[in-house]
């Protein structure tokens, strides 16, 4: 294949299951090079300033930064999702603990969960997407919320919020405004048009 025919080269900056599923299912070939990037501390430096959105923005760019400068002709995606109630940032929880107790702090609630996604190329930002949902958990009691984890398990704590709408967490909802990739972590079809833009999609694999 003639060099210019040849899609450029596309990694992911995270280690995320759900991203790299919804990247693969999307019938994209990609690299996994996780950033190391530091998210407590990102966030404990921007403190209260910063929204939820800014904050998702600030991770995603620093995450594709990171990678982009150990690998400049690639395409890099960067990715990160807040998810803010009642004023208060909700993170991944560390421990089945921290996971119950997310959960019933938001139960019964309206929560905004903001995705953001990054493309970097030669060390620096080309490209970035940023999009919210609304989700209203159920209000119930702790005996529903033992049975989840119980059932879920600890794939629960790679999900900001506790919960993976694809799965067993459709259980805890009544409703859901917003797109659906969007809420798994990955603004995925403005992401699909901008790859496609650049040479990167099926266009190129057919």
């Known amino acids: 294949m003639p060099a210019s025919l040849i899609p450029p080269s596309l990694i ?3 280690a995320s299951p759900s991203r790299r599923k919804l990247l693969a299912s999307a019938g994209l070939s990609f690299d996994i090079e996780p950033s190391g990037v530091d998210e407590e ?3 404990r430096s ?12 600030t991770l995603a760019e620093m995450k594709a930064v990171r990678v982009s400068s150990k690998h400049p002709e ?6 990160d999702s807040t998810l803010a109630c009642n004023g208060r940032l909700f993170d991944k929880p560390a421990t089945m603990e921290a996971a119950r107790k997310q959960l019933m702090a938001l139960r019964g609630q ?3 969960l903001f995705s953001s996604v990054v493309v970097a190329r030669g060390g620096a930002r080309i490209w970035h997407w940023t999009e919210r949902a609304r989700l209203t958990m159920r209000s119930f009691n702790e005996a529903f919320v033992d049975a989840y984890l119980s059932r879920a ?4 704590l790679s999900s900001v919020g506790a919960y993976q709408l694809e799965g067993l967490g459709a259980h805890l909802f009544t409703r859901v405004d917003g797109d659906y ?4 972590g990955l603004p995925l079809l403005p992401l699909l048009s901008f790859l496609a833009g650049h040479g990167i999609g099926l266009e190129k694999a057919a």
């Open 153 to 156: 398990g600890n794939d629960v």
């Open 74 to 79: 690639a395409f890099v995606i960067g990715a």
């Open 110 to 112: 309206t929560h905004e």
């Open 46 to 57: 921007l403190g209260s300033r910063a929204a939820p959105q800014e904050l998702a923005s």
């Open 12 to 14: 992911l900056a995270s």
């Open 41 to 43: 501390e990102i966030t």
């Open 181 to 184: 990739f969007t809420i798994l």
